[in-house]
């Protein structure tokens, strides 16, 4: 092999071990056989250590995704307790109570009824005189029907 020395090139050389690396055919390195009983030891004591670093990070991460979990449930369950009082705050400020003492337990359910008596004694006759009863009953529907959204 006649190589001669080039001062401006350079030569690489690539070993076979290398070569199979780089080209990915080269197999995973096996485990580490011991030589010696305090090699052996030695193993193992690194495994288990490992191990227990490993299962105690694994608690840790559990418990943090636990109290996470718990912290979003318990915000949810403040914030729907919250819509809840603000839902019953404006129920209460436009005179509508949750169990209504009407015979339909249901907000507006007393104009409901008032009207139907209305038309009940003045349906023939003079229908014009329920007006008053339906406007009521119309703006207590358009007042909860803005409450509902």
Request: aromatic share 4%; hydrophobic share 35%; charged share 30%.
């Amino acid at each position: 092999m006649g190589e001669e020395y080039d001062p401006d090139g350079f030569s690489l050389r690539i070993s076979p071990g290398l070569f199979q690396v780089l080209s990915g055919r080269a197999s995973e390195p096996g485990p580490i056989e011991p030589r010696t009983r305090r090699e052996a030891a030695l193993i193992e004591a690194v495994r288990r250590e490992g191990r227990r670093e490993r299962a105690a990070m694994f608690r840790k991460v559990k418990e943090a995704q636990l109290k996470d979990a718990h912290e979003l449930e318990q915000a949810e369950r403040i914030a729907l307790e919250e819509s809840g009082r603000k839902l019953q705050e404006k129920l209460s400020a436009l005179n509508f109570q949750a169990n209504s003492s009407s015979k339909t337990g249901q907000p507006c359910g007393e104009l409901r009824e008032a009207i139907t008596v209305c038309y009940r004694v003045n349906g023939k006759d003079n229908p014009l005189a329920c007006l008053a009863d339906v406007e009521a009953f119309t703006e207590c529907a358009k007042q909860l029907s803005r409450i509902s959204q």
